[in-house]
C-alpha cells in the first residue's frame, strides 16, 4: 500500500515536471509572440492598408505570431518562391536546354523553354556548341509550347518594358533586345544585331526624351530624333513568331537553320544547359521574371507533360503541393499576374518545404537576396556584409511583400512572410515599416 502511494507520488512529480518544462518551452514564443504583437499595434501606417504577417519557429515548429496569416493577398514575386521550390523537386541538378534525334543527315530538335540557352547574364552555351559543331543539317521542329504569349493576367500594355518578354518553347537572348549607347557619342548599338533594320526614327518626336518604344504586333522599333544618352540601356521584348527564332538561331550559329513539323519521340535524348542552383538564383536575386516563367516549361518537359503553364502548376500543386493550410491560386511563374493569391502561412509553410529540401543554410541563402547586400534587398537594409533578412520580395502597384528567413543576434533562424497590399502610401513607407518589425525582431529575440 505504501509503495503504491509512493509510486503515485512520484508519478504526480513527473507529471508536473514535464508540464513545467513544456510550460518552459512555450514561454519564449509566448513572449516574443506579445511583443511583436505590440510592435503591429503601434505602427503608425499599418492600420491604412491590408497586412498579412506570419512568424515561424521551424525548430519547435510552432507559429509564434499571426496577423490575418489566413487570408488571401496578391504576392507579387513572392510568385517566384513557389517557382523554386518546384525545381528544387523537379531538376535539383541541371537544366534540361534540348532534345534532339538524329535522322540521317539530319539533326531535328525540340525545345524545353531553357531559360539559360544564351541567356545574356547566365550564358548557358552548351547546347548552342551542340548544334554549332554538328556536321548534320539542323531542323527545329517547333509546337511543344501550347500556352499564349503573355501569362494569366498580365498588363498588356507593359509589353515594351524589359520585365515582360514574351513565352515560348525556344527562348533566345531572354527573347529581349539591348539598346545601348555606343562609344561614338549619338549611336546605338542594338543587339541581337539582326534586329538593328527593325528600327525606325521618329521625325515627329523631338522633343521626348530618348527611348525606344516597340509596335505592339511587330518587331517595328520606333525611336526619337533626341540623341541617346551616355550610358543609356534598355531591354525591350521583341514580339515572337517560329521565323523570328528560327531567324534569329541561324544569324547567332551562322548556318541554315530549318523548320520541320514533326511530333517528339519518346526516344529523342536530351542536353542538358547549366546546374540548376546557377538558374535560380539567377531568378531569386534579380527577380528575373523572364527566367521564373520559362522554367516552369522545363518543369513540365521533365514531368513528361504538355508544355503549358496552367497544366503544370496544377500537376505541381498535387504533387509537391498537398501539404499547404491554404489552397493556394497559382497562375504563373513570376508573379506579374494580379491573378496569384497566396496566404502568409501558405508563405511559411512552403518556406519551410524549401529549407528542408535544399538541407544546406549557406547554400539556400547564397541563392536568396540578402538584405543590405545582394539582390533585391540589398537596398532595403541598411548596408552590410553581416545580413539578417534572406528572403524574397514581391512588388506590384499598391502592393510590396517580403517572404524568408530572419535570423536572430542570438542565432535563431525565423521563417516570416510579410504582406502588404493596397496601400495608396508610398513603396518606401511601406518598405521602411516591413524593415522596422523585422530588424525588431532580429535584435531582440
Not at 518552459?24 to 505590440?38: F, G, R
Not at 543527315?105 to 548557358?124: E, V
Not at 504569349?149 to 498588356?156: A, C, K, L, V
Not at 517580403?402 to 504582406?419: A, D, W
Request: charged share 20%; net charge positive.
Amino acid at each position: 500500500m505504501q509503495k503504491s502511494r509512493f509510486n503515485n507520488k512520484k508519478a504526480v512529480i513527473y507529471l508536473i515536471v514535464i508540464l513545467t518544462c513544456c510550460l518552459h518551452a512555450c514561454a519564449p514564443n509566448k513572449l516574443i509572440a506579445n511583443k511583436v504583437k505590440k510592435e503591429f499595434k503601434n505602427s503608425a501606417i499599418i492600420n491604412q492598408y491590408q497586412v498579412g504577417f506570419a512568424l515561424y519557429d521551424k525548430e519547435k515548429k510552432e507559429m509564434i505570431f499571426q496577423k490575418d496569416a489566413d487570408k488571401y493577398y496578391t504576392p507579387a514575386s513572392n510568385t517566384k518562391l513557389f517557382t523554386f521550390y518546384a525545381g528544387l523537386k523537379i531538376i535539383p541538378d541541371s537544366i534540361p536546354s534540348m532534345r534532339y534525334i538524329t535522322q540521317g543527315d539530319s539533326l531535328i530538335f525540340w525545345g524545353t523553354g531553357d531559360p539559360s540557352f544564351l541567356h545574356t547574364a547566365l550564358k548557358g552555351t552548351k547546347a548552342f556548341d551542340f548544334l554549332k559543331s554538328s556536321t548534320k543539317k539542323i531542323f527545329f521542329a517547333p509546337g511543344r509550347y501550347t500556352g499564349d504569349f503573355y501569362g494569366s493576367g498580365w498588363q498588356w500594355d507593359d509589353y515594351n518594358e524589359y520585365y515582360q518578354p514574351e513565352i515560348n518553347e525556344l527562348p533566345l537572348m531572354d527573347n529581349v533586345v539591348l539598346v545601348s549607347a555606343a562609344q561614338k557619342a549619338g549611336l546605338m548599338t542594338i543587339l541581337p544585331n539582326v534586329f538593328a533594320s527593325c528600327f525606325v526614327k521618329d521625325t515627329a518626336e523631338t522633343a521626348k526624351p530618348f527611348k525606344v518604344v516597340r509596335d505592339f504586333n511587330a518587331n517595328i522599333f520606333h525611336y526619337p530624333t533626341t540623341q541617346i544618352t551616355a550610358k543609356y540601356n534598355q531591354q525591350i521584348p521583341y514580339k515572337l513568331s517560329i521565323a523570328t527564332t528560327v531567324n534569329l538561331l541561324s544569324d547567332t550559329l551562322q548556318k541554315y537553320v530549318g523548320i520541320v513539323n514533326m511530333k517528339m519521340p519518346l526516344s529523342a535524348k536530351t542536353i542538358y544547359n547549366m546546374k540548376s542552383d546557377s538558374v535560380f538564383k539567377q531568378m531569386l536575386l534579380p527577380s528575373d521574371n523572364f527566367v521564373a516563367e520559362q522554367l516552369l516549361l522545363v518543369y513540365a518537359d521533365k514531368l513528361g507533360e504538355e508544355i503549358n503553364t496552367k497544366k503544370v502548376i496544377n500537376k505541381i500543386e498535387k504533387q509537391y503541393l498537398s501539404s499547404l493550410p491554404d489552397k493556394p491560386q497559382w497562375v504563373d511563374g513570376s508573379g506579374l499576374s494580379r491573378g496569384n493569391l497566396f496566404t502568409p502561412r501558405d508563405m511559411v509553410t512552403l518556406l519551410e518545404l524549401i529549407y528542408n529540401e535544399v538541407n544546406d543554410e549557406k547554400r539556400l541563402f547564397a541563392m536568396l537576396p540578402a538584405g543590405g547586400k545582394t539582390g533585391t534587398l540589398r537596398n532595403a537594409y541598411p548596408k552590410t556584409d553581416s545580413p539578417f533578412v534572406f528572403g524574397k520580395t514581391g512588388s506590384l502597384s499598391n502592393n510590396h511583400n517580403q517572404s524568408g528567413y530572419v535570423v536572430t543576434k542570438k542565432g535563431k533562424v525565423y521563417i516570416f512572410s510579410f504582406m502588404n497590399n493596397n496601400f495608396v502610401l508610398p513603396t518606401a513607407d511601406v518598405r521602411k515599416e516591413m524593415v522596422r518589425i523585422m530588424t525588431y525582431i532580429h535584435d531582440n529575440f
